[in-house]
């Protein structure tokens, strides 16, 4: 595993720093990682076994299907033990027991000719049998430490079954909320993306590669996928390449920093050519570019959708089409299966292009040791799931990704939550408060429902059966009778505080093929809500959901509104701790949440305009001319109804100004810098602001630091992350906040697409969130 060089100064430093890999556009270097694929060692072992193969053995390494069961559909064939047995398969997915790895595996040993192991591989997205909260819960921690420590569990778990490869992390930046695969991801954020993207790399693949409970990444879906025109999954893209540079590749590139083994190539179209069969992304970027050794598996049949896409006419086509773009391995299509080796031999691909893709393939598994250790002990494989170090771990990163989004006073004029332990009747209504299988999201692995403390039994235990009563009130997508939800109003009229536990369910939902045009509250919740609320008593609503939900009449009618995301396991103690104050909120928005689904696309760093609508009081619809030729909507605000990096706590913070330090800045120093290994990391701005803990509980604050540069070949962000800190402090504390600035802060993929600083004036804010802070400036010379 590569360590960055930074790693020893203070932390202020290293969290500027880490951001270095992501940004870095310094062509043709290959991360400095001498272990795992990128070990040289390994290669002399790999063209041994390459000169020994058949082409029909070579195909077969480069050949992957799914088995089916339990965890996802098979590719409907049933000959896969005589194709082991025949070297046909190099890789099998979706089998989920030590059992049936080991059964598989022993056909591939033991029976075909040259004995070389199949790789297993499976969707561990956010944990195997201990399930986290979503990946977008998850980087709403803004913890990459903590990121990393779920996904080492999610390692000890998999491999312990004879998975030793997962295709996860999910580093699509997300700008909209209708894409249900928001929830898979990270938010919005190149910089925070990237930070979380090494953070899951370094969890799954550990020390090493070839410890038994390391397993290889799969950094998906390469790339552009996020952006599907109107937030409809599969949905073509269209991104410029500046664009696609600045916002979409930096995860990828960080993913690969920190020594992915594999990259899963997407199922949309990128500027008209199919994502897997872009010779731009996969082999210029990926390869030339960036160094890449390890493997490109396809998406799901997206080898033969290049068909659908429009770019062949037959399954040979698209077969030649993306293997020669660069997609080592077809995952379930079987359209290499079936074609590879005749085009190989008529001379259409290339011999040499099949063994580099072989070679990527056999250096994965020498790497991971599979040669080795083929076989899954077993034994080991019970003992390693669920065990106590991992469920309080998911406990913990449930309670710091919830964000805490509004929290108003109460009857004592005091803000509603925390919430007083003094024996009071709580109504807790709704369809989410024990609904297990949604506590888990989309891909929950192995996870079972049964493993999962709900919200409703762990407030119970709280707060004393006799305390609480518990109605579902509707449906969660439908349904629901008018007697039922009267009743939980009426209930709801009866207690001194009611929770309602509504949003949108994680497995019918979210994830996958769930994007959705309405952001509402599915079903009849809105009714359920606003009944309720009439009511005149405390509401506090916990909202699950695997996105933002656009709920203006929720923001402006309760006093206290938590996203709770979708938390997996632990979802009640986390939820109760949380709402009785034993932990306070941290989770901060990787989002920018909408008030309107017309807003979507929505994200901070956005450009400008020429007539930006920067005025604050704007009003609905337009007043004069000053109002009217702006960007922006006659019916709707533009600004989000929280901003990227929002989240409140039980306490407050007060942020003093922003102070730079920087000797003189001057463009063409700091663009050497840039492609200098030492100069990198060296700090050339530091920039400072104090901050207090103006409340009376002690509090945790994730301070950020923002940049826009102006006066640039090509315009830049209004706002840039370019850096964060967790930071504890006692009421009354202040505490002097520094950030060490290194040339990649400044940089910007410029009008040649060159990774470069220009001349240019520096904005910087240090602030709670994205639209807030006192900004200082400062001017770079030529
Ligand atoms: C998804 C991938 C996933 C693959 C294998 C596809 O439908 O897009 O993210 O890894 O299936 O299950």
């Given amino acids: 595993m590569m360590r960055k060089s930074c790693a020893t100064v203070t932390i202020a430093v290293l969290l500027v720093c880490a951001g270095l890999e992501a940004q870095s556009g310094a062509p043709a270097s290959a991360p400095d990682v001498r272990t795992g694929i990128y070990d040289p060692s390994l290669d002399a072992r790999v063209e041994t076994l390459l000169r020994r193969m058949t082409l029909e053995e070579k195909v077969g390494q ?127 954020d190149p910089f925070l993306g990237s930070e ?144 590879l080796g005749q085009l190989v031999s008529s001379g259409q691909v290339p011999q040499e292009r099949l063994d580099e893709s072989v070679r990527n393939v056999l250096r994965l598994k020498f790497a991971l040791g599979l040669f080795e250790h083929p076989y899954a002990d077993e034994a080991r494989e019970a003992q390693a799931m669920l065990r106590p170090d991992g469920v309080s771990l998911a406990r913990t990163a449930a309670e710091r990704s919830f964000v805490l989004l509004k929290n108003s006073p109460g009857p004592n004029s005091a803000p509603l939550l925390p919430l007083s332990n003094s024996g009071q009747r709580i109504a807790l209504i709704g369809p989410l408060a024990d609904d297990l299988p949604s506590a888990l999201g989309s891909w929950a692995g192995l996870g079972r429902g049964e493993d999962v403390v709900s919200f409703q039994a762990a407030l119970a235990k709280h707060v004393g059966e006799q305390n609480l009563i518990h109605l579902k009130g509707v449906g969660a997508t439908g349904g629901g009778s008018d007697e039922d939800l009267a009743a939980a109003v009426a209930a709801s009229a009866r207690a001194d505080v009611v929770i309602l536990a509504l949003g949108e369910p994680g497995g019918e939902m979210t994830g996958e093929a769930t994007s959705r045009a309405f952001l509402g509250l599915p079903g009849r919740q809105q009714e359920l809500l606003e009944k309720i609320v009439a009511t005149g008593k405390p509401v506090v609503l916990v909202l699950f959901s695997g996105r933002p939900l656009t709920l203006p009449w929720a923001f402006e009618h309760v006093p206290a509104v938590l996203a709770a995301w979708l938390p997996g396991i632990q979802a009640g103690p986390a939820l109760v701790r949380t709402l009785y104050g034993e932990s306070s909120t941290t989770g901060k928005l990787v989002v920018s949440w909408p008030r309107s689904v017309g807003q979507e696309p929505l994200y901070y760093n956005a450009l400008n305009t020429g007539r930006p609508a920067d005025k604050s009081d704007l009003t609905n619809p337009p007043g004069g001319s000053d109002d009217t030729y702006v960007s922006r909507y006659i019916d709707e605000r533009n600004d989000p109804q929280f901003p990227f990096g929002y989240g409140l706590s039980y306490t407050t913070f007060r942020y003093g ?41 002690p509090g945790e604050e994730i301070v950020q630091l923002y940049v826009r540069l102006n006066g640039t070949s090509v315009a830049q962000p209004v706002r840039a992350l370019k850096g964060f800190q967790r930071i504890l402090l006692a009421p009354g504390e202040t505490k002097k906040v520094t950030f060490a600035l290194v040339p990649d802060a400044f940089a910007l993929w410029n009008d040649r697409n060159q990774w470069v600083v220009e001349q240019e004036k520096v904005t910087v804010w240090i602030s709670p969130d994205s639209a807030h802070g006192a900004p200082a400036t400062v001017q770079i010379l030529p």
């Fill in 657 to 697: 100004s922003t102070e730079i330090n920087a000797s003189e800045l001057k463009a063409s120093g700091l663009t050497a810098g840039l492609h200098d290994g030492a100069a990198r990391t060296r700090a050339v701005l530091t920039a400072s602001a104090d901050v207090t803990n103006t409340g009376s509980r």
């Fill in 62 to 188: 480069v050949v992957q299907y799914s088995a089916g069961q339990p965890t996802g559909p098979g590719t409907n064939r049933t000959d896969y033990e005589d194709m082991i047995a025949k070297g046909q398969i190099g890789a099998l997915f979706n089998i989920s027991t030590a059992k049936e790895t080991n059964r598989y595996q022993r056909i591939a040993v033991e029976k075909s000719r040259l004995k070389i192991p199949i790789i297993f591989g499976l969707d561990v997205i956010h944990g195997f049998r201990t399930v986290f909260p979503v990946p977008l819960a998850l980087a709403s921690t803004w913890d990459p430490a903590l990121v990393e420590q779920t996904a080492r569990v999610a390692a000890r778990e998999a491999s312990a079954t004879g998975i030793r490869w997962t295709f996860s992390p999910m580093v699509d930046i997300a700008r909209d909320a209708r894409w249900g695969r928001i929830t898979e991801g990270a938010g919005e």
């Fill in 196 to 339: 979380m993207a090494a953070a899951y790399v370094r969890g799954y693949q550990g020390t090493r590669l070839d410890e038994p409970d390391s397993i290889a990444a799969c950094a998906k879906h390469f790339v552009g996928y996020g952006a599907a025109e109107g937030g409809r999954d599969y949905n073509t893209t269209e991104i410029s390449e500046h664009t696609l540079r600045q916002i979409y590749l930096p995860p990828f590139r960080a993913a690969v920093n920190a020594g992915a083994a594999t990259i899963m190539s997407a199922f949309n179209s990128l500027n008209g050519v199919p994502a897997s069969a872009n010779p731009f992304t996969l082999r210029q970027v990926l390869r030339e570019e960036w160094g890449f050794r390890g493997v490109v598996d396809s998406d799901w049949e997206s080898v033969r959708e290049v068909i659908q896409h429009g770019i062949a006419n037959d399954r040979a086509t698209a077969a030649r089409k993306a293997f020669l773009a660069g997609v080592d391995m077809d995952m379930a299509s079987s359209v290499y299966h079936d074609h």
